[in-house]
């Protein structure tokens, strides 16, 4: 069975301070992660995703995560917060040699940019 | 830019008539998704189409159906709209199945139910 806890379901940051959203997996296969951002009435974009290669990801728009197998965990950060990052971000799972219909959602959380 | 397009953007009916959402994509993707979204949730799964295989989640309502005539297009049929059913409903895409394919999806199709 796999899962991912967001641990976060709200994080403030004020523009320009940098962001740090938590994202702790289970999968008993070798999983594929990915960070989705939901914008107010759109569809989930891809930020980024880690398949097995480097465990340092980066993604669009000045993200980046980091595949840390020991701690089970895909924390996406950015150095520099800005007013259009406020969003809803969902971290995902899927075990890499099962289809991607078994993709797992991360309850998601709410970033609030302070001006 | 290839994409993933929903119409309408909202739909509005009323409670037991039927409605049709629809998809198109000019990824030229083999599987299409269907979702929905509730607020302040996680998108969950509805079906998949595998190319012309239908594969149906075991918590679907039989209340909603799907087709997929051709490779850019796909619909979601609501046969009698309760108003559980109203959300933000979303298309997905992918290459294939294998497991580090991303999901692309649309901006969705926020329903509501009268």
């Known amino acids: 069975a796999q899962s991912v806890t967001q641990l976060d379901s709200h994080v403030s940051v004020s523009e320009g301070t940098p962001v740090l959203l938590r994202c702790n997996y289970s999968s008993s296969y070798s999983p594929s992660l990915f960070w989705y951002v939901q914008h107010p009435n759109k569809g989930l974009q891809l930020l980024l995703k880690y398949t097995s290669a480097a465990t340092l990801v980066k993604g669009i728009n000045g993200f980046e995560a980091e595949f840390k197998k020991s701690e089970t965990s895909f924390h996406l950060t950015k150095p520099s917060a800005h007013m259009s990052d406020a969003a809803e971000y969902f971290c995902v799972v899927t075990p890499s040699n099962f289809g991607n219909e078994k993709l797992t959602f991360g309850t998601g959380t709410r970033l609030t940019i302070i001006p | 830019d290839a994409m993933v397009i929903q119409n309408p953007r909202y739909q509005v009916t009323q409670f037991g008539k039927p409605v049709t959402l629809s998809c198109s994509q000019t990824?030229?993707?083999?599987?299409m998704y269907w979702y929905q979204q509730k607020s302040s949730q996680a998108p969950k799964l509805l079906f998949h189409?595998?190319?012309?295989?239908?594969?149906n989640e075991a918590d679907t309502p039989d209340n909603f159906q799907s087709r997929r005539p051709n490779t850019s297009f796909c619909f979601l049929d609501i046969r009698s709209p309760g108003l559980g059913d109203a959300a933000m409903y979303l298309c997905?895409?992918?290459?294939?199945?294998?497991?580090?394919?991303?999901?692309?999806f649309g901006d969705g199709t926020r329903l509501s139910i009268l």
């Open positions: 990824l030229n993707h083999n599987v």
């Open positions: 189409y595998y190319d012309k295989d239908f594969n």
């Open positions: 997905a895409t992918s290459r294939d199945l294998e497991g580090r394919e991303p999901q692309h």
